[in-house]
């Protein structure tokens, strides 16, 4: 059974710091992009940041850059993203997400689209953690 499991979530003061975990399960981790997704109340759900399993590529949202950090254990399968200055406006329920990797797509390509295109179709996604950033 194919699982993704997402945690770490919890309350944290403005420009407090967590970690979220992705554990996974029943695929072959190495074949896979990995993304951070979240949703805020009333707002679409958005990509925050990805990780190719085959080479270590990352890329980051612009609203995220230089303050959350992306990382993978591929021993583990478990996908970290570390989140530091938190803003109100990161809360949100965050979500991990696996997109495969195909032959012949770039990994730089591949980490950039999981993230910018809204919608774009994920093939397992987890339940979700919430993160609540008090002001």
């Known amino acids: 059974e194919v699982q993704l499991v997402e945690s770490g979530g919890g309350l944290v003061q403005t420009g407090g710091s967590l970690r979220l975990s992705c554990a996974a399960s029943g695929f072959t981790f190495d074949d896979y992009v990995i993304g951070w997704f979240r949703q805020a109340p009333g707002k679409e759900r958005e990509g925050v940041s990805s990780?190719?399993?085959?080479?270590?590529?990352?890329y980051y949202a612009d609203s995220v850059k230089g303050r959350f950090t992306i990382s993978s254990d591929n021993a583990k399968k478990t996908v970290y993203l570390q989140m530091s200055r938190l803003k109100p406006e990161d809360t949100a329920v965050y979500y991990c997400a696996a997109s495969h990797i195909v032959d012949g797509w770039s990994s730089v390509l591949h980490t950039i689209t999981v993230v910018t295109i809204p919608g774009y179709k994920m093939d397992y996604w987890g339940k979700g953690t919430l993160v609540t950033v008090s002001s």
């Open positions: 990780i190719s399993n085959s080479d270590g590529r990352t």
